[in-house]
Each structure stands twice: as C-alpha cells, then as structure tokens.
C-alpha cells in the first residue's frame, strides 16, 4: 500500500507538432483529493486521458498502481469525462442499468439514493435534462463505484453555486477512503477546501504541485490567489 | 455549528481554532465524544484529510485523547480546557485593548468606561 497509485516519469503527449504534456514527473498517493488546476490549454484533460487509456503517451511512462494504463487499471478507475457519452433516450434507470452491467464494482442503491437527493426522477430522459442535472446525474453514477481512482473532468463547471456544493459534498462523503479523487477545474476557489494537495498545470508542465496548506503556509495566501498570479495575462 | 474559513491562513490550523472553541465554551462537553473524522469534516466542507490533520493536534496539546474503545473524546483535565479558555480571553482582551487604543483611550480611560458602560442604554 505505500506503493505511489499514480507515478509519471517524463510522460510527454504530443498531437504532431504541438506539445500537449510536456516531460511531465509526478506522484500521487492513495487516499488523496488533487486538484489539477490550470488555464484552458494547459494539458488538464490530455493528463486525464492518459490516466483512462484512452490516449497513449508520445514518451516516458505513466503508471496506475504499478501498471501500464490499460484493462486491469480501466476496472480501477471511475471517470467522468468533460462530456456526456450517454445516448439521449436513455432514462435514469437506464443509466444504472447500464453501470451495472458494466462494473462490478457499482452499487445500484447508493446511484438511486443519491439521484433522489439530488431531485432526478429515475423515469427522466437524458434528453430533457437541463445541463446541470445531466452533470449532476453522471456525476453520481461515477462516485457510487467502489473505485481506486477517481478522475473527475470539470466536474462542476455547468453547475449553479448550491448544487456545487451537494457535489462537492458528494465527493468528499463518497469517495472510497483509499481511493483517490483527481479533478480538473479552474473554478479554484469553490473546491479549495476539499483538496489535499493541487498540481500547477501551464503549456503542459508541471509549475507547482504541493499541499493546499503547504500553499497557504509558504504564500500566506489562497491557491486561488496564487493561481491568478501565476497564469496572470498579458504580461 | 457555523464554520468560517479565511483565505489567507493553512486550513487545518483554522480547524483547530475553531475546534477548541467548541470545547473551551462546552459546546464540546468534557469527556464527551468527539463526532467522527468524516462527519466534521463534511460539516465544514472540508478534506478529511485536513480535518485530521487538526484533530490530531488537538490531541498533541491534550485537549482530545483518543480511547481504544470509545474512539475520540474531549479531555477530562478540566485544568486544561480553563487555562486555554483564559489564554483565549486574555487574548481578546488584548485585541480589545488595542482598538480602544486606536480609537485615542488609553488602558485607564478603557476600564473607566468599560466599568461606567451600561450595554442595554448605551449600545447602538
């Protein structure tokens, strides 16, 4: 168990001649919640994909509990991608039918629970759910796998400021308590209490990755406020 | 239980403050058991992780102790929890002290009028 879940060693992902991910090393352990934090571009979602299997690095290597991404760490891993994948027929009900029979890690009631707290009829179609709830509802079929590691893109960017905080609430009283959640945002200053440690992302390299209270200690200031800072424009 | 966390200072300390607030005014009774990692730390809205972090200092300073059996609970050295409580209010005071001073009074006109001062008439 003290072995690293996530390790990438000079991990690099170029499409042609442009450089998304960039001689990236990094760790990350177990039971964490990270933040991947960055300007639009920085290389948040090519880090998440890569994490998924769902693209290959260019170089270096990136590892999930010791292995290669691919279909052991596909079964660890719960993701919510920055777009919806679910045919727009489906019902609610579909939808956790449809987890069941893909993960046997799911749980079907803690999904039904918690569509219900969060006021999604198991009868709606995706089709006439507002944005909001479509993320709210993708958002609780991925917390309730009993996975390893979370990968959470954007998970709150289309959401009003309460049902923000259910979600946050959500992540921090779902999450398995050896898992780890990584999510990408740059609405910082919302999720900033929740984070264990935020990793700096800016044209594709790593510029920071430490403790939130390690942050606030050193800078005597928010992540938030380091953030703004470090990604200022026009200068 | 209403958690106010600032921007400028390390989470986890915040927690602790706030924390041996709850038990210095009782709200934490001596002896009681103290909720649950989890349970606190989504009350705040904050990581476990964090949370912990604060609990654990707690216990360093002997406000907490941790029992094999029943988990958490607040000290019994009730010594300790109204020597904390005057350090606190000494603290304060201090703070009170130095407002008035701002304001032009010196200690002895600041006790004179805090002495005279009749909240109910006077308070604006």
């Not at chain 1, 880090?47 to 290959?56: D, E, P, R, S, V």
Request: net charge negative; charged share 25%.
């Amino acid at each position: 168990m003290n072995q690293e879940l996530i390790t990438a060693n000079s991990l690099t992902k170029s499409y042609g001649t442009k450089i998304a991910l960039d001689h990236i090393d990094l760790s990350v352990g177990h039971g964490r919640i990270v933040g991947l934090l960055g300007p639009n571009g920085s290389g948040k979602t090519t880090f998440i994909k890569l994490l998924c299997g769902l693209l290959h690095p260019t170089s270096g290597a990136l590892k999930i509990e010791g292995l290669a991404p691919g279909v052991e760490t596909k079964s660890i891993i719960s993701y919510l991608p920055d777009r919806m994948y679910f045919a727009d027929w489906m019902r609610t009900s579909d939808l956790a039918d449809f987890f069941t029979d893909f993960y046997t890690d799911f749980d079907r009631a803690k999904a039904l629970e918690m569509f219900r707290a969060l006021g999604i009829s198991q009868n709606e179609r995706i089709k006439t759910m507002s944005k909001g709830t479509k993320e709210k509802a993708q958002l609780a079929l991925i917390m309730s796998r009993k996975a390893q590691l979370y990968l959470l893109d954007e998970p709150i960017g289309g959401v009003d400021p309460a049902a923000r905080d259910f979600i946050l609430n959500t992540i921090l009283t779902n999450y398995n308590e050896n898992g780890t959640v990584m999510l990408s945002t740059h609405l910082i200053s919302d999720i900033e209490r929740v984070l264990d440690e935020a990793i700096f992302l800016q044209n594709g390299k790593v510029v920071r990755h430490d403790t939130v209270d390690n942050i606030r200690e050193k800078e005597g200031k928010s992540v938030d406020q380091l953030f703004r800072e470090i990604f200022t424009y026009g200068r | 239980m209403n958690w106010k966390l600032t921007e400028d200072r390390p989470i986890w300390i915040q927690l602790v403050e706030q924390l041996t607030t709850l038990i210095v005014s009782g709200i934490y009774a001596s002896g009681s058991a103290v909720p649950a990692v989890r349970t606190l730390a989504t009350e705040a809205g904050v990581n476990p992780n964090t949370m912990q972090r604060a609990l654990a200092e707690l216990e360093n300073r002997g406000l907490v102790e941790t029992r094999r059996t029943s988990g958490r609970v607040v000290t019994e050295d009730l010594t300790l929890i109204q020597g904390i409580r005057r350090q606190l209010a000494y603290q304060r005071m201090d703070e009170f002290f130095e407002t008035m001073h701002s304001l032009g009074y010196t200690e002895e006109q600041t006790r004179e009028l805090l002495a005279a001062w009749n909240k109910k008439e006077e308070s604006v």
